[in-house]
């Protein structure tokens, strides 16, 4: 049987890798695979021109080709050796990931649904939606944890970048969505919607 491919988008901490993740540990290892978006960044000063940071919200900061040529091998039924990103160096790793076809396969990113040939590799979408003030508040408490970034550049760039690439390439990107889910909403409506996903799946 030819593998499912589920996009599963959303703002910067709306929750996408949370429902991402959950949905893997309700499907298992052995059903299921996640492809990040985040692990095809350019890295920053080695991208194509025009291409890479110090913008990584913005489409062309994200190696779509290779995203969208591994994910079809995938869907063939090949293995791929898919690269992995440091975020705190803003550069792909020197290892990669070998990573086998799963009957289902999740992507996972913020920009999975702006771009259509991706779109057209996917067999179900998703968006996650939340408000800007918890996405905020969420982003700063991971980056500064996980990323190793202060407070001030993380308000400095949720207002700059996050904020205003989401008004215009995520956010607009929803419309593309099977459907749509509102982290926020109380847990037994996200528990009814979550089943009803798992069960499309």
């Given at each position: 049987m ?10 910067s901490?709306?929750g ?7 949905i ?7 059903q ?7 692990d095809?960044?350019f890295?920053l ?6 291409k890479g ?20 091998r ?10 992995l ?5 803003h550069m792909p790793k020197?290892?990669?990931r070998?990573?086998?076809?799963r ?5 996972d990113?913020?920009?999975i649904?702006?771009?259509?040939p991706?779109r ?8 996650v ?9 969420r ?6 944890r996980?990323?190793g970034?202060t ?9 700059n ?7 215009l390439?995520v ?11 509102n ?5 037994s ?13």
């Amino acid at each position: 049987m030819k593998p499912k491919t589920v996009g599963i988008s959303g703002g910067s901490c709306s929750g996408k890798s949370t429902l991402t993740h959950r949905i893997f540990e309700k499907l298992g290892p052995g059903q299921c695979v996640i492809l990040p978006q985040d692990d095809y960044f350019f890295g920053l000063g080695d991208a194509p021109k025009g291409k890479g940071g110090p913008n990584f919200d913005h489409p062309d900061a994200v190696d779509f080709d290779q995203l969208c040529t591994q994910l079809a091998r995938l869907k063939s039924g090949e293995a791929i050796d898919r690269p992995l990103y440091d975020f705190p160096t803003h550069m792909p790793k020197v290892e990669t990931r070998r990573t086998e076809p799963r009957p289902i396969i999740l992507i996972d990113g913020i920009l999975i649904l702006q771009h259509r040939p991706l779109r057209e590799l996917l067999d179900l979408s998703i968006f996650v939606e939340c408000d800007s003030d918890t996405r905020f508040a969420r982003r700063l408490e991971r980056d500064v944890r996980e990323r190793g970034r202060t407070a001030q550049s993380v308000h400095e760039q949720f207002a700059n970048q996050v904020g205003p690439m989401h008004d215009l390439h995520v956010e607009p990107s929803k419309y593309h969505a099977d459907i749509v889910i509102n982290s926020q909403q109380c847990e037994s409506a996200f528990d009814d919607l979550f089943q009803t996903i798992v069960d499309l799946i």
